[in-house]
Structure formats: C-alpha cells, structure tokens
C-alpha cells in the first residue's frame, strides 16, 4: 500500500534544522533572466539588476552559508552561440556575464542555477 | 537517536505542491518542489542518453544541437536552464559550452514540451566558436511543471 503523508513544514527533530533529503539535495537557487536583466522565472532571488552590456548582478532571497556555491549557468544565442561566466559570487549573490563567441560581452538571456548550503 | 520516517509520497497539506523545508543553516526556510530539478539528462553525442529524469526522448536536430522532450510538460515557457558539456581528449577542451539554442535569432525555443539545447565549442580571442558534437553532454530543468 502506498502511504501518503501530507505536511507543510519538514525540519529536524529539533524542528529547527534541515532534514536529510537521503540521495538528494534541491537547487538553493534559481534564475532565468532577459538580456535587460528582467527576471522571467526565479526561486531565492530577491533581486537582478543590469550592470552594463551582458552584466548582471543577481542578489539571493536567503543567503548562502558562504561564498562557495556550485554555479551552472547558460545563455540564449544565435546558432552560433556564445558563453556564460559566473563572475563573481558572494554568500549574497553572484554576478553572471554573457560573451559573444569571440568574447566581447552581449547582452542575452541568461539562466543561472546555484546549489550549496542556506545560512 | 535519528529519527527515520519512510513514506512513498510527501504532499504539502495547505497546498500539495508546496512543502517548506528548513535551510542547512537553520536560518532560512524555502520551498521543497522550487528546489527540486524537474528534468535532467546526460547523454553522449551518438544520441544515447546515459541517464535521465522526466525525459520522454532526445533529438539529435543537427551538429551541436539536442532537443530534450519532457514526459511532463513545464507549466510555461519560462523556466531556468543549466548544463554542461564533456570531452575525453585535450584537443576538445577549450572553450567548451553548453547553452539554448536560439536558432532564429530572436525567438526564444524554450517550450514546455521541450528545450532546444545546443553545444558551441573553440572560442577564443581571436577566433568564433562553432557548433560541435562532442563526447557528451548534460543538461538540468528548473521551474514549475505543469
């Protein structure tokens, strides 16, 4: 028989801390973003703002534990596609940059996703 | 003494797609499914696909493009696209990438049946990037399902 329980909130025993999601781990982060850093689909993220062509700040809901976050991140392009950097990162937020494929900075729509530990 | 509870299925009880857990730091809640990858695929540049979660099949649709279909569809267009790409030889490791891809030039081919991903390989200063099979590559779904 399969069972079914119905919760709103999972935490420890204590019911302070996080529970172990056996095998598994969610994304803490999440953003997908137009080339005027527009956000057009996001989780934790309390804020995105253009910091010049192909420049975007990207600023966390809740904060990381600390600055070492596990980054993906990819763009929209032509054919001929370019490439995304993670720039710089903080437990707060991250910079994204979009390059052109010889390397000069365009702006793109942009996804990012962040894993790691919550503070 | 840990505390273990073994369920089949966790539903949210206010709302079934919303369960709220609490961040590793204790300082912070967030939403469960917000977090929660809802396709992914890994699959070699001779089309076959390694593993895979909520993927009905792949597209080979020409050199360096792949179309993931899902077997559940987004519940829109706009959903967060990640991945990478991999290659076994030190001659194909420059300026790899993995992306959308945009094959009009303006239009957006996120679908919320599908994506179109693309794998665009060899900038450098000097010299464009091209479309390129590879060994493989992967590619990860964030957003809502429908």
Redesign the interface.
């Known amino acids: 028989m399969?069972?079914?329980?119905?919760?709103?909130?999972?935490?420890?025993?204590a019911g302070?801390?996080?529970?172990g999601l056996t095998k598994?781990q969610?994304?803490?982060c999440?953003?997908?973003h137009g080339g005027d850093a527009v956000v057009?689909?996001?989780?934790?993220i309390s804020s995105t703002s253009d910091q010049g062509t192909g420049n975007y700040d990207l600023s966390y809901t809740?904060?990381l534990?600390d600055s070492v976050g596990i980054y993906?991140?990819?763009?929209?392009?032509?054919?001929?596609?370019?490439?995304?950097f993670v720039e710089t990162r903080s437990a707060s937020g991250h910079t994204v940059q979009s390059s052109g494929?010889?390397?000069s900075l365009q702006d793109k729509?942009c996804?990012?996703?962040v894993h790691g530990?919550?503070? | 003494m840990a505390s273990i509870l073994k369920v089949d299925d966790l539903r949210g009880n206010t709302a079934a797609g919303n369960i709220t857990i609490t961040s590793e730091g204790g300082a912070a809640t967030m939403q469960l499914q917000q977090g929660v990858a809802k396709s992914w695929t890994a699959h070699t540049h001779g089309d076959t696909v390694d593993d895979s979660f909520n993927l009905s099949s792949l597209t080979d649709s020409g050199t360096g493009l792949f179309i993931c279909n899902f077997s559940s569809n987004m519940n829109s267009t706009k959903y967060i696209v990640g991945g990478g790409v991999g290659v076994y030889s030190s001659a194909g490791r420059g300026g790899d990438f993995v992306g959308m891809n945009m094959s009009g030039g303006s239009t957006d081919n996120r679908a919320s049946d599908h994506c179109d991903v693309a794998v665009n390989v060899g900038s450098s200063a000097s010299a464009n990037s091209a479309l390129q099979d590879r060994d493989w590559s992967m590619h990860i779904f964030h957003g809502d399902l429908a």
């Not at chain 1, 057009?40 to 934790?44: A, I, P």
């Not at chain 1, 993906?72 to 995304?84: A, E, K, P």
């Open positions: 399969t069972s079914v329980l119905n919760v709103d909130t999972i935490a420890d025993k302070t801390g996080p529970v598994q969610a994304a803490k999440g953003c997908s057009t689909k996001s989780f934790n809740n904060n534990s993906s991140s990819t763009r929209d392009g032509t054919t001929t596609i370019g490439f995304t494929h010889a390397g729509p996804s990012s996703i530990d919550l503070a």
